[in-house]
């Protein structure tokens, strides 16, 4: 994970590859949460 995500940030962005993988189908994070974001690891919508 990026420096400077929260331990819950990390956690999201961590569990959400893992579900497209299984679900093969996009995941999106729904967050306005900026480092979230700015991190590019998962796609989001506001």
Do not use: F, N, Y
């Not at 990026?2 to 679900?23: F, K, N, V, W, Y």
Request: charged residues 20%.
């Amino acid at each position: 994970m990026p420096p400077g995500l929260e331990i819950h940030d990390a956690i999201l962005c961590g569990t959400a590859p893992i579900c497209m993988d299984s679900l093969k189908e996009d995941v999106r994070v729904i967050t306005k949460d900026e480092s979230i974001v700015q991190s590019g690891i998962v796609a989001t919508t506001w």
